[in-house]
């Protein structure tokens, strides 16, 4: 059974870091793609960042040099650094493994205010 189980998320001030977790299981976490995403209320879910097998990445303009995605492939856990939050950041955070046979975590909500 595939799992993947987000952790990190909570308050912080605008300007503040993050760091969001997703460790998974059940699966060959070395061989896929794994993505952060994102939803506000109101708004449809979009990406953030993605990391390939290969340690490609890619982001979301409006993140680009604020976030960055990483991997640790022994330990099955893909990361979301995430400085110089915004109040436009506040979302629920989703993971992704995969980019076909997708699988999703529970999501973990960020909350940028003051």
């Known amino acids: 059974q595939v799992q993947l189980v987000e952790s990190g998320g909570g308050l912080v001030q605008p300007g503040g870091s993050l760091r969001l977790s997703c460790v998974a299981s059940g699966i060959i976490f070395s061989r896929r793609t794994m993505g952060w995403y994102r939803q506000a209320p109101g708004n449809q879910r979009e990406l953030v960042a993605t990391?390939?097998?290969?340690?490609?990445?890619n982001y979301a303009g409006s993140v680009k040099g604020r976030f960055t995605i990483s991997r640790d492939n022994a330990k099955n856990t893909a990361y979301l650094q995430m400085n110089s939050l915004k109040p436009e950041d506040t979302a629920v955070y989703y993971c992704?493994?995969?980019?076909?046979?997708?699988?999703w975590g529970q999501g973990t909500q960020v909350t940028v205010s003051s």
């Open positions: 992704r493994a995969g980019t076909i046979n997708v699988t």
């Open positions: 990391i390939t097998s290969g340690n490609n990445t």
